[in-house]
Each structure stands twice: as C-alpha cells, then as structure tokens.
C-alpha cells in the first residue's frame, strides 16, 4: 500500500517558497522542517538546494508514513529518514528551521514552543515560517477570514495569528522578522533571524 499522501496546494506553493529558501538559507549544514506534513516539500527543497542536509519531522503517525515514503522514493544523500518530534519537546540540532502551515492549525502553545526552539538556533540562523497571517488584526482577504472561522469550528486551539503576536514571541525569544514575502493564495513566506 502507497502510504504517500498529496495535497495539491505543496505543488503549487513549494516554488514561490523555494524562491525565499534558497536566498535566506545557509550555504551549508542541516535545516530542521517542523511539522513535514505528507513529505511534498522537504523532498522538492532537498532536491533544489543539495549543498543543506534537511531533517524532515511531524507529530502525526500517517504524516510520518507518507514523509517516508517520499523520502524513500526520492533517494536523495541529504535528505534524512523523518523524526516523530512534537515541537514542545527537545528539537534536534540544526542551522536553519522551516515550518510551512502549521502556526495556523495547531494550538498556541506550538507557536510559542516554535519561537522558544528557533531562539536556540546559532546567532544569525533563520526561522522561515509559511501561512495565512492577520496584519493588525485583520485578514488579507475574505477567504482567509472564512479559512479562519473554519478551522475554529474544527479545533477553538486553531486559528490564522496576528503578525504583531508573532513579532513579541520573536522578541521575546531573541528573533527578529527580517522579511515578509507575498505568496500566491492570500499567504506570506516570513523570514526571522536569531540575533
């Protein structure tokens, strides 16, 4: 049985958030991706930018097959055979750390424990989040606004954050936002950087 899963939305976004990895990265060393999901992107990133070792990880057991799966089928030297780790516990090593639409559907205290584990990065790492953010408390279009009220009907944990909250966990951690890329679908590409 295939246990790799697909979203169609990795396939579109992976490119406009390649475009920013491959700026903002290191030149060598590992990147830790929190939260791997079906596998999509840490394959395609590994595949682009060969000079980084990438850790891919996720709670979800099924997330965990799928990532595997990809990884086996991709055979790539610097991709590593995926961690279960719930971002509140110890992280692994690591120069850089990626996290794609996971701010958004997990409770609060992940968001902060993503902030407390990238503040222990070396001084000048990056932290490159991906999502649906509110600037000032309100959406950037309708359909985030709808996107939002739907994943509080799923989870009232779950929810689109403020830029602004993000900010003062960053602040709060020793990180600071050194950029904000517009994505296609109404979503940023955020680049932190440890002080």
């Known amino acids: 049985m295939n246990d790799r899963r697909h979203a169609p939305a990795a396939e579109r976004n992976r490119d406009p958030i390649l475009s920013v990895l491959g700026r903002v990265l ?73 996290c794609i639409n996971m701010i958004h559907i997990s409770p609060l205290s992940a968001t902060e424990a993503l902030f407390r584990g990238a503040g222990k990065l070396p001084p000048g790492a990056p932290l490159v989040t991906y999502g649906p953010y509110t600037i000032d408390g309100e959406h950037t279009a309708p359909s985030n606004a709808a996107f939002d009220a739907s994943l509080r009907a799923r989870n009232p944990e779950w929810g689109v954050r403020d830029l602004s909250d993000l900010q003062d966990l960053a602040q709060r951690n020793g990180l600071a936002l050194e950029e904000r890329v517009a994505m296609p679908a109404n979503n940023f590409t955020l680049v932190w950087r440890r002080r």
């Open 26 to 98: 290191p030149t060598q060393g590992r990147v830790l991706e929190i939260a791997s999901g079906t596998g999509q992107h840490v394959v395609h990133f590994a595949r682009k930018l060969p000079h980084l070792s990438w850790q891919p990880t996720d709670l979800d057991a099924e997330a965990l097959a799928s990532i595997r799966a990809y990884v086996a089928d991709a055979k790539l030297p610097n991709l590593l055979p995926p961690l279960p780790l719930d971002v509140r516990d110890p992280w692994p090593d690591a120069d850089a750390v990626v």
